[in-house]
């Protein structure tokens, strides 16, 4: 079995969005399609753990601390699953995989979320 390949990781600053894909590259329609996916995130120092998943019928369900800001989709026609990501905190900052839910495939190489804060804003009060 092949690993999925990950993209669509970078930097951004907090609040900012990016939009992951998972390509099962080498799996057919008919494998690809009933099986239920997730995103999966890996921090520095962390064990890995899941996001958000998929299920054949597109049932979605998400971490808390995800919640309302990240959107999982799937397109069996491309055979691919993707994450989109907003509101970015510094705490999303992680390697990304995606596996089945059973995680039955060989892990792949993730893709990394590097999410800093913002310059921030000079405040200067004066009596």
């Known amino acids: 079995q092949r690993r999925p390949v990950e993209s669509g990781g970078g930097v951004v600053q907090a609040g900012g969005s990016l939009r992951l894909s998972c390509a099962a590259s080498?799996?057919?329609?008919?494998?690809?399609?009933?099986?239920?996916w997730g995103w999966y995130m890996q921090a520095p120092g962390n064990v890995r753990k899941l996001v958000a998943s998929i299920d054949s019928t597109r049932t979605t369900n998400y971490a808390d601390s995800v919640k309302g800001r990240f959107t999982i989709s799937r397109d069996n026609a491309w055979k691919k699953v993707y994450l989109q990501m907003n509101s970015l905190k510094p705490e999303d900052t992680a390697v990304y995989f995606c596996n089945t839910l059973r995680e039955s495939l060989p892990w792949g190489q993730g893709t990394q979320v590097t999410v800093s804060w913002g310059q921030g804003t000079q405040v200067t009060v004066s009596s």
């Open positions: 080498g799996m057919i329609s008919s494998t690809f399609n009933p099986l239920d």
